[in-house]
């Protein structure tokens, strides 16, 4: 059963700051889209960003400007850096690891874990 292993996340005023990381396998890790995704109560799950292992990014618009996806192969880990918070990032975020062949997507998933923004 594959891991990932998510730590960060907690409480903090609109304004602030937190940093998620997610540490993968090495066999995952290499061959991945690594990502954050969220889910706030009563919404469906949504993309937050990705990083291939090429190294390109994308992110949602909502936080463009303000949240940094990298990555430490070193560390087989991918980090989300939150800065400017609002209230409407409260959510749970979820750490995923995809890997795509010609013909099939497998996702992997961490545990998630939740952000709350205070006004």
């Known amino acids: 059963q594959v891991q990932l292993v998510v730590s960060g996340g907690g409480l903090v005023q609109a304004g602030g700051s937190l940093t998620l990381s997610c540490a993968a396998p090495?066999?995952?890790?290499?061959?991945?889209?690594m990502g954050w995704y969220r889910q706030a109560p009563g919404k469906q799950r949504e993309l937050v960003a990705t990083?291939?292992?090429?190294?390109?990014?994308n992110y949602a618009d909502s936080v463009k400007g303000r949240f940094t996806i990298s990555t430490d192969y070193a560390k087989n880990t991918v980090y989300l850096q939150m800065n400017g918070l609002k209230p409407e990032d409260t959510a749970v975020y979820y750490c995923?690891?995809?890997?795509?062949?010609?013909?099939?997507?497998?996702?992997?998933w961490g545990q998630g874990t939740q952000v709350t923004v205070s006004s």
């Open positions: 990083v291939t292992n090429g190294g390109t990014t």
């Open positions: 090495g066999n995952i890790f290499g061959r991945s889209i």
């Open positions: 995923n690891a995809r890997i795509q062949t010609s013909s099939i997507a497998t996702n992997y």
